[in-house]
């Protein structure tokens, strides 16, 4: 399992991104811990992140 903080880094998407594609539905992470909200995600969630959940016409700036 990845923290938010890592899976941001791999898939290149900041983590207030992540939180509004689960709050959309779109991205939900693989477990949500109860007590604390912490997201965490698996490996194979980072293959389905970059193409399918950017905005059409989305450039990364860095």
């Known amino acids: 399992m990845l923290s938010i903080s ?3 880094e791999m898939c ?7 939180r509004y ?7 939900v992470p693989a477990d949500v811990d109860e007590q604390t909200g ?3 995600y698996l490996m194979e969630q980072a293959e389905t992140s ?3 959940h ?3 016409g989305h450039r990364d700036e860095r």
């Open 38 to 40: 912490y997201r965490s």
């Open 50 to 52: 970059h193409a399918d």
């Open 12 to 18: 290149h998407l900041p983590p207030q991104t992540l």
């Open 6 to 8: 890592e899976f941001s």
């Open 21 to 27: 594609y689960h709050s959309e539905g779109l991205l």
């Open 54 to 56: 950017r905005p059409a």
